[in-house]
């Protein structure tokens, strides 16, 4: 790794990062979007050829993080296993097995005057991804960056540094291999924080940020950027048990949103339940079976009444993302009311209905404030994999320019293109 120590030398090398970042991403535009496939396919090969390494490295990053502290929710989002190895192999093939973003016309027309008009899908330039302790998000943001034609600066965590470094150069081996410039996809190599600030004033060299991580990281990021940021806060996820839920499905359902992994942003935090579902006693077999699975319940007033042995829930607890085995519950009573508190206490990100009501169904799937609005399945498919995207450089909360994951379209943007035949303008 290196580790540049003054202002001076962190300012210079970011500059240098972007330069070459920048020249990369005009580079690539020379290149078919077979030619990126190519590459694509040549990186899943050299992460299969080097999982022992990659392992072994992965191995350092535990070791570190259990001395630091990390808890068990973000020591499971770093480990890589063979499974895990596997999924990111997989992944980047996916993505080059998408149809290629650009060039695709989104709309033409011929003018009056004869000029024929194109709207046209072209790369963002230079895309900045600064993440935290997942490494896979290296080949996943390299993967998209690639097959949008964008160049790619990957700031990781120094959780994970010795996991991204050997990604990294997988993803050097898998570009130089295919002939693409190598420039395309680099790593910061210093753990320093203020080089992302230095980054992220690179107006004129960086064309987006894309921040992944905790709501801290986010705020920090935006607050410091002169760049335009994509954001990802926090994945406040909310489950509603309708009135007219069957009860099979909604404990289901619900054990799977909070418990088949605690530690990522689709992870349900918030159970509402409607007072129908209580009386009926789908509420305690859903509470039996999450605090059987350990889950710690934290509850309103009504919902102790009916369960008093729970933990009482505070003001604090609608907003909270725990990303650990810990979820609020609240009982409504109605669906106007569960809306009104997904929309008040929510992060727009994913949250789900267990109904058999069409009409509630497609109220909830209207009126809620969200980027993913589900019916009759878990939070846990809010994901670009499972969406068919290959990958996903994020799950956006933002409005503009793309919500929910990100895949490779998202990293695009257009131009107008004119074709004329010596028209003026009288």
């Not at 590459?39 to 490295?57: C, E, P, S, T």
């Not at 709501?215 to 990802?232: D, G, T, W």
């Not at 009916?306 to 409504?332: C, F, G, H, M, Q």
Request: aromatic letters at 4%.
């Amino acid at each position: 790794m290196t580790h540049t120590n003054t202002i001076n030398d962190l300012q210079a090398y970011c500059d240098d990062l972007g330069r070459r970042a920048l020249n990369a991403s005009r580079a690539l535009t020379r290149f078919s979007g077979a030619d990126r496939d190519h590459a694509l396919h040549n990186i899943a090969a050299a992460i299969l050829d080097n999982r022992r390494k990659l392992q072994a490295d992965n191995a350092l990053d535990l070791d570190a993080g259990r001395a630091n502290g990390l808890s068990s929710a973000m020591l499971d989002r770093l480990e890589l296993t063979d499974a895990r190895i596997d999924l990111i192999a997989e992944s980047l093939r996916q993505v080059a097995a998408q149809p290629d973003p650009i060039g695709r016309i989104e709309s033409g027309k011929v003018l009056p005057n004869g000029i024929r008009l194109q709207k046209r899908r072209v790369p963002i330039g230079v895309v900045l991804i600064i993440f935290e302790s997942r490494p896979n998000v290296t080949s996943d943001a390299a993967s998209l960056c690639l097959k949008a034609g964008n160049a790619a600066i990957l700031r990781g965590g120094k959780e994970a540094v010795h996991s991204n470094t050997v990604i990294a150069a997988c993803v050097r081996e898998g570009l130089q291999a295919a002939g693409l410039p190598t420039d395309a996809v680099q790593l910061v190599e210093t753990t320093d924080r203020a080089a992302v600030g230095h980054l992220l004033q690179m107006e004129g060299t960086i064309d987006v940020c894309v921040p992944r991580g905790g709501e801290s990281l986010i705020r920090a990021v935006v607050e410091q950027a002169r760049i335009p940021v994509i954001k990802h806060y926090t994945g406040n996820c909310h489950v509603y048990i309708d009135a007219s839920a069957d009860p099979d499905m909604a404990v289901s359902i619900a054990h799977n949103a909070k418990t088949h992994r605690t530690g990522v942003c689709n992870a349900a935090e918030t159970l509402l339940v409607h007072q129908a579902a209580a009386d009926n006693g789908t509420l305690k077999r859903i509470a039996d079976d999450l605090r059987e699975a350990g889950v710690e319940i934290r509850a309103d007033e009504k919902a102790r009444q009916t369960l008093p042995d729970l933990k009482p829930a505070s003001d604090d607890d609608w907003a909270t993302e725990y990303l650990d085995k810990i979820i609020a519950l609240r009982i409504v009573d109605s669906l106007d009311q569960a809306i009104e508190h997904i929309n008040r206490y929510g992060s727009r990100h994913t949250d789900a209905i267990v109904t058999t009501s069409l009409a509630d169904a497609e109220r909830f799937a209207n009126e809620v404030d969200t980027a993913n609005a589900f019916v009759n399945c878990s939070t846990r498919f809010s994901d670009g994999f499972q969406y068919g995207l290959g990958a996903e450089i994020g799950i956006s909360t933002d409005k503009l320019h793309a919500r929910g994951p990100m895949g490779a379209d998202d990293l695009t943007t257009y131009k107008w293109v004119a074709y004329g035949d010596g028209q003026v303008r009288p």
